[in-house]
Nanobody, 123 residues
Framework: QVQLVESGGGLVQAGGSLRLSCAAS???????MGWFRQPPGKEREFVAA????????NYADSVKGRFTISRDNAKNTVDLQMNSLKPEDTAVYYC?????????????????WGQGTQVTVSS
């Protein structure tokens, strides 16, 4: 069984930064990891993912150049550094473990999810 716990969310002004962390218990070695978000009244959407190998990262166009995903395999954590935040980044952010070794861009590519952490960016 895999459990994922997100932390680091909060309220920040536009232009500010936050760092989200996802602590995993259970096996994440060999698996890709991802961050998704769900804005109010909208569907869950891809933010960033990191593969197990190399590792390879990929990002949604809306966050490219502002957000950075990283993983520490020794600590079993995955972080999301968010800079230059915008009001449209307001959402509940979720950490997830992929079904395979690659980081996926779709919700169905993941089979373990955290409970989420709220990020609110004020204008």
């Amino acid at each position: 069984q895999v459990q994922l716990v997100e932390s680091g969310g909060g309220l920040v002004q536009a232009g500010g930064s936050l760092r989200l962390s996802c602590a995993a218990s259970g096996r994440t070695s060999g698996y890709g990891m991802g961050w998704f978000r769900q804005p109010p009244g909208k569907e869950r959407e891809f933010v960033a993912a990191v593969s197990w190998t190399f590792p390879i990262t990929n990002y949604a166009d809306s966050v490219k150049g502002r957000f950075t995903i990283s993983r520490d395999n020794a600590k079993n954590t995955v972080d999301l550094q968010m800079n230059s935040l915008k009001p449209e980044d307001t959402a509940v952010y979720y950490c997830a473990r992929a079904r395979g070794s690659q980081g996926q861009r779709i919700v169905d590519g993941y089979n373990y999810w955290g409970q989420g952490t709220q990020v609110t960016v004020s204008s």
